[in-house]
């Protein structure tokens, strides 16, 4: 009998090491690549779905770091080649005439209404021109590296190497500020009147475009829910961070939204910790979800 024993292949490591095994060895944001490597008891056709829907979601990602810019170099160069072709007297005036009606509606920017991308866009690009040829004294001032230089190759720098808020926190000018009067609000719920805090003067400009740039950043914009651990040896428990710092908090309504949806695809418990604004210390688990119940939070 010992003997037999002796046969079986050996284990590296003691079982107190393995117990104490962590999974993920890191933090992993990707939560559906987590769930279609790793969810014990998931068909191998609900892995498929996942992971077709985790592949189209990544390939699109960029795409929402980039909207204003895609949309107002796309509106940029058709509006530039249609005038083109009506100097060379190669396109008729109706045919340009429609042309400016569609491209009017496209890049109107309703008053108090959410930011039109196109609007955005297409202005900038506009204003980056203009600064290249015809600067004045404040572009020069704000602008001394791109102000009076070809803006052909400026143009196409911008669109290649930028994303939305780092394009807006450098290339949006005052004047297009004033143009499209951009101004930011304060809105403190503890106070009964609002406070106009950024206005039309030099900390006012780096104040808007600041604050617009922001408002396009992902790193604010959207919660960061990671994969914290699997216990893999217990009950298989998958435990998620909601990091806080620096970032927008996720709404508890929506977050027990993601955890009912998970718990559905991973089929075991499913819970969340909250790291709030002041540090880890502060960590506490808010959900948990066991079996399509709610075991707290």
Sequence with gaps: LDVLWSTLPKRAGSAKEEKSEIFPPEPEENILYIIEKNAPEL????????????????????????????EGFATFTHYYIMNRLSEKGLITSGAMQEFIHAHTGVVAQPDFAPMNPYALGFNMFMDIKRICETPDEEDRKWFPDIAGSPW???????????????????????????????FTVLDDNRKDHYLVAGIHNEDGYRHVRKQLSRHYDEAFRIPIVEVARVDRRGDRTLTLHDRQINRRPLHADDAKKVLKFLEKLWEFP??????????ETDKKPVWRIERGEWAGG
């Design 43 to 70: 068909p191998a056709w609900k892995r498929e779905i996942i992971r077709i829907v985790r592949k189209i979601a990544q390939y699109f990602y960029p795409q929402r770091l980039t909207k204003v810019l895609n």
């Design 152 to 182: 052909l190759p400026t143009i196409k720098f911008v669109a290649e190497a930028f994303k939305d808020e780092s394009a807006i926190l450098q290339f949006l000018s005052p004047l297009l500020i004033r143009k499209m009067r951009l």
């Design 270 to 279: 499913v819970e969340m910790e909250v790291y709030p604004e002041s540090g």
